[in-house]
């Protein structure tokens, strides 16, 4: 292993030593049940009283060993209009060391839109936690109509291998948690989640690759729901790539998978499948050269769909480029050619990638990888575009001078209302406490 409606916004943290409040509000600059219970060791944070994007949604217990360890996987869901939901891992929750196997936690913090206040975590599963540094393990999605929110995860063995994948829902804003079995298939990794119209669709790699697989059960949820298994298509006769999918849900509600398949002179293909057609089309490779790991994220503005993907096309690396953005606007059966989305100064290759969208705007959200140390903004970085040609790369803080150093998987949503957030954790505790925070961004 490795290491809201604006009346309605989170507690935003308050001016801290060394820390000016301009700074962190300056955004994008360029179950009933034994595992619904609540953490002993993590205290709710208190309402601060100052201005800005930047709400604590969990204070890292004092004395933590390694604050990198508290949220180094945050994911967001919102499931009520001003009420997010952020799920977040804390490996080796207990501080027995690393020796200890199944010593994490899965966990959760809900914002109450009434009182203003974050509630108190909820553990939702104490086991084995996997985490990959080239994608997260766990996904979260939300359906406002019924309430629901889940968070998919890795279920893992004491020796980190996959037992599977599992789901755990919620239908009371995250205060109690219902797991449920997606997939008993060992192996099985990487998950990705969408919800909507009464549908909950997951996503995952099964093997090395024997399958992308997407299960799907239909609304309520409950703990003996039957999930129903298909497999994206292959494009021709290409091999499947070990690399985490996205899934995402179109304006109608119809889910949509990107994927990576093996392509031409030894590079890897993008893939986009509309669950349950006959074929996926292709809409974007790394040029013939090799990669050895990449992410993908999909997202929907609107009617338009956009894929974002890490995929190295110069063998000797292009530093104007972290990301390539491709575009449909009709369903998804023809693509636009690739544009750039620019990298902070100085930074390589990222772990992962997380995306959100509202009618106006497309916002994705990542760690690189390693930097040069020439950086502007902090971590994690936030890329940022309403036009979908044009990208401001910067952070959630803004920059110069920043204050976060967060771990490797940030995650992104969109609420309800349209209001963006961003959750990450904060793993350097000088100036602002060390923690899980959330960025939100009103429609």
Known sequence: MMRQPSSARPPLFPLLAGVGIAVLAAGCGTSSGPSASTSPSAAASAAPSASGPVSLAAAAPSGIKNPANFGDQVQV???KAGAPVVAYTWIDAHDKGSAA?????????????????WGAPVTIVDAPMEHHSSSSSIAMAADAASNTVAVAYEDQNPDSSSKGIKLAFSVDGGKSWTPSTVSATAGSTFPAIAMGGGKVYVAYTVGDVESVTVSQATLPLSGTTRWTQSNAPRIGSADLVHFAPAIALDSTGAPYLAYHLAGDSGGVTIGVWKVG?????????SDGVQNDFASVGIAFKGTTAVVTSSLDRS?????SVIFWEVTSTDGGKTWSAGTKVPPDKGESSPFGVSMAANSSEVLLTYVPNSGSGAATCGTPKLAESSDLTTWKTCSP??????????GFHPGAASGPDGTLYVGFNNSDPAGVPAGVLLWTKPA
Do not use: I
């Open 77 to 79: 869901a919102v499931p």
């Open 101 to 117: 196997p199944g010593d994490d936690q899965l966990l959760s913090v809900a914002f109450d839109p009434a009182s203003r206040t």
């Open 277 to 285: 057609s006959a074929t996926a089309v292709k809409v974007f490779d």
């Open 315 to 319: 063998n000797n690396g292009d530093d």
């Open 397 to 406: 803080e803004g920059g110069p001078a920043p204050a976060v150093a967060s």
